[in-house]
């Protein structure tokens, strides 16, 4: 068990550029959960799989925003035609049915 | 946004004293966390509480899970300085699927 692994740990990218992020949840986990935390705040929720269904979507995923889990397995978030109110920490974790979750260290975007 | 109300929002405290900070809210939750996160790092689970009245220890720290399912308190006793960092409060009610997060008690621990 190596918990759960995101990929890039940093991106900088151009407004109105694309980018693409990866988690890959605790093996045995069937949920997964993508959050995003700015500067001096908690983290806010965006969307949760269980297996490969996408169950809830927050208001926060805007149209730009398109998450997928194809297999159950790893997930997917992109973003489209990024806007520097897009930077912020994403962060990406997992659960064995309700309860505590386990975190990955996230990825920091930084949109200039 | 938040619905989680967290405070205090930071504390400066010397090295050896007791901590505790709460959280309250205005709707009822079945599940209370606690997490703890390190600057470049995600939240790693501290405590978590899963019936009111609960009160439950690991190691230094003690959290409380309110009878009226609408706060939780932790506590640090004997702090040392890697207990600096962010703490979260963190509520989960079986109806939603997501965990809603105060925004965090940031603490410092003077050697």
């Known amino acids: 068990d190596t918990g759960v692994s995101q990929n890039p740990r940093h991106k900088i990218t151009k407004r109105g550029q694309n980018v693409t992020f990866r988690c890959d949840p605790i093996s045995e986990h069937n949920r997964l959960y993508w959050y995003r935390q700015t500067l001096g705040q908690g983290p806010e929720f965006l969307t949760y799989f269980q297996n490969e269904a996408q169950l809830e979507k927050s208001r926060l995923l805007s149209d730009r925003f398109s998450a997928e889990r194809p297999k159950g397995s790893f997930s997917t978030l992109e973003i489209q035609r990024t806007e520097q109110g897009d930077s912020a920490m994403y962060l990406c974790?997992?659960?064995f049915g309700l309860g505590g979750y386990t975190f990955g260290s996230g990825t920091r975007l930084t949109v200039v | 946004g938040q619905q989680l109300n967290q405070s205090p929002q930071s504390m400066f405290i010397q090295e050896g004293e007791d901590v505790s900070m709460n959280c309250t809210s205005s709707?009822?939750?079945?599940?209370w966390l606690w997490y703890k996160q390190d600057p470049g790092e995600g939240p790693v689970l501290l405590i978590a509480?899963?019936?009111?009245?609960e009160l439950t220890s690991n190691g230094r720290l003690t959290a409380q899970f309110g009878i009226t399912r609408k706060d939780s308190f932790l506590n640090i006793s004997a702090s040392i300085p890697s207990d600096v960092g962010i703490y979260f409060c963190a509520g989960q009610t079986y109806n939603n699927n997501d965990m809603r997060f105060g925004a965090g008690t940031r603490l410092t621990v003077k050697p």
């Open positions: 974790a997992s659960s």
């Open positions: 709707s009822i939750f079945n599940t």
């Open positions: 509480l899963y019936k009111a009245g």
